[in-house]
Antibody, heavy 122, light 109 residues
Framework: EVQLVESGGGLVQPGRSLRLSCAAS????????MHWVRQAPGKGLEWVSG????????GYADSVKGRFTISRDNAKNSLYLQMNSLRAEDTALYYC???????????????WGQGTLVTVSS | DIQMTQSPSSLSASVGDRVTITCRAS??????LAWYQQKPGKAPKLLLY???RLESGVPSRFSGSGSGTDYTLTISSLQPEDFATYYC???????????FGQGTKLEIK
C-alpha cells in the first residue's frame, strides 16, 4: 500500500523558515515525480511545487517562487519543502502527493498524504 | 495561467439522485483533467483522470465527460458516502502550473 506521511509543520513567525518532510513507502519512490499541494483553512487546493524523479526538473507556483525550495532524497524515500520568508498567507495544510512516472509534467496527484499544518503568525 | 471554474459551488441532493458538476477551463485543455473527492478532515482522493478514466477502486456510479474547455463529473445514483467536496484539476498547461477549480460542496438535502 502506498503511504505518504508528512511532518515538520507548526507555528512559525512571519519571516521565519520551516522545513517540511514527506516519508514515502509502498512504491518505487525514485520512479515517480512528487508534489506539494496546500489548502488554506476552509479554502480550496493550491499546487505549490513539483519535482522530477531525479531532481533534474523542478517547478513552483508563482506565489512561492524564490521563497520555497523542493528537494528529494531517493536513498531515504523522502520529499522535502524548505519554506523561507514565510507569510501569513502561507498558512495552510500542506500535502505531499505522488505524481506521474519520472516527470512532474502533466501529472495528476495520487495518492495524497494526510497533510501537515503550517501556521504563520506572530 | 489556465483558470478553472466549477459550478455550482454548492449543491443539495438526496440519496439516489443523479448529480452533475461542471468544470470550465479558461482555454482548451485536451482532456487533461482530473477529479478529486475530499471529505472533511481527509486528504483529497483521485476519482478520475484524463477527463473520463475511472481510477482503480472508484465505484462505477462516478463518470466523467467533456472536451475542449468544458467537463462534467456525474454521479449516477448518490450514496450516503458521496457527500463531500469535489475538485477538478487541469494538468495541461505548459510550463506546468497546475490549477484546481474552487470546489463544489455536495450536501444532503
Amino acid at each position: 500500500e502506498v503511504q505518504l506521511v508528512e511532518s515538520g509543520g507548526g507555528l512559525v513567525q512571519p519571516g521565519r523558515s520551516l522545513r517540511l518532510s514527506c516519508a514515502a513507502s509502498g512504491f518505487t519512490f525514485d520512479d515517480y515525480a512528487m508534489h506539494w499541494v496546500r489548502q488554506a483553512p476552509g479554502k480550496g487546493l493550491e499546487w505549490v511545487s513539483g519535482i522530477s524523479w531525479n531532481s533534474g526538473s523542478i517547478g513552483y507556483a508563482d506565489s512561492v517562487k524564490g521563497r520555497f525550495t523542493i528537494s528529494r532524497d531517493n536513498a531515504k524515500n523522502s520529499l522535502y519543502l524548505q519554506m523561507n520568508s514565510l507569510r501569513a498567507e502561507d498558512t495552510a495544510l500542506y500535502y505531499c502527493a505522488k505524481g506521474g512516472f519520472l516527470e512532474w509534467l502533466q501529472n495528476w496527484f495520487d495518492p495524497w498524504g494526510q497533510g501537515t499544518l503550517v501556521t504563520v503568525s506572530s | 495561467d489556465i483558470q478553472m471554474t466549477q459550478s455550482p459551488s454548492s449543491l443539495s441532493a438526496s440519496v439516489g439522485d443523479r448529480v452533475t458538476i461542471t468544470c470550465r477551463a479558461s482555454q482548451g485543455i485536451s482532456n487533461s483533467l482530473a477529479w478529486y473527492q475530499q471529505k472533511p478532515g481527509k486528504a483529497p482522493k483521485l476519482l478520475l483522470y484524463a477527463a473520463s478514466r475511472l481510477e482503480s477502486g472508484v465505484p462505477s456510479r462516478f463518470s466523467g465527460s467533456g472536451s475542449g474547455t468544458d467537463y462534467t463529473l456525474t454521479i449516477s445514483s448518490l450514496q450516503p458516502e458521496d457527500f463531500a467536496t469535489y475538485y477538478c484539476q487541469q494538468y495541461y498547461s505548459t510550463p506546468p502550473m497546475y490549477t484546481f477549480g474552487q470546489g463544489t460542496k455536495l450536501e444532503i438535502k
